[in-house]
């Protein structure tokens, strides 16, 4: 069980930077640990199946959706958020999105402007579908 929760833990490690007054058109898709400080048009995501970390800082924005194991927000999301195992939203966090989460860590000034929700485990889910259609 404890080996379990080790290996949802957050990368230590920033693999990838997008740095401040860059700005990048189009889906970013990464694997380990990714920082963003300047601005996303498009859908940021890890790897399928990989764990992945995402740092979005303060005068960052994000304009679309992200799908990412853990995330930190302290700056803009336009759009969906689905953290599949941690989302921390830091105090000048902005989220103009649902979002879909497994643990959350929220900040006292964060903004969501969208629906907040738990999200089952998706294994459970399809472990559930199998059983049913096996019996």
């Known amino acids: 069980m404890f080996e379990r929760k080790k290996s949802r833990q957050p990368q230590k490690r920033i693999d990838s930077l997008i740095g401040a007054g ?3 058109q189009g889906d970013v898709i990464f694997s380990g640990g990714l920082r963003i400080d300047g601005a ?19 005068q960052a924005r994000v304009d679309g959706e992200i799908r990412v194991s853990h995330v930190v927000i302290n700056g803009t999301v336009n759009g969906p958020v ?11 966090a902005r989220v103009h999105g649902d979002v879909l989460y497994r643990s959350l860590e929220m900040h006292v000034g964060a903004i969501v402007e969208g629906k907040l929700a738990h999200a089952e485990l998706e294994t459970a889910s399809v472990v559930e579908l199998k059983r049913a259609s096996g019996g």
């Open 40 to 58: 996303v048009k498009g859908r940021v995501a890890a790897v399928d199946g990989q764990p992945g970390t995402l740092v979005i800082s303060e």
């Open 82 to 92: 689905t953290a599949n195992d941690y989302l921390e939203l830091q105090a000048k």
């Open 22 to 24: 860059t700005t990048v």
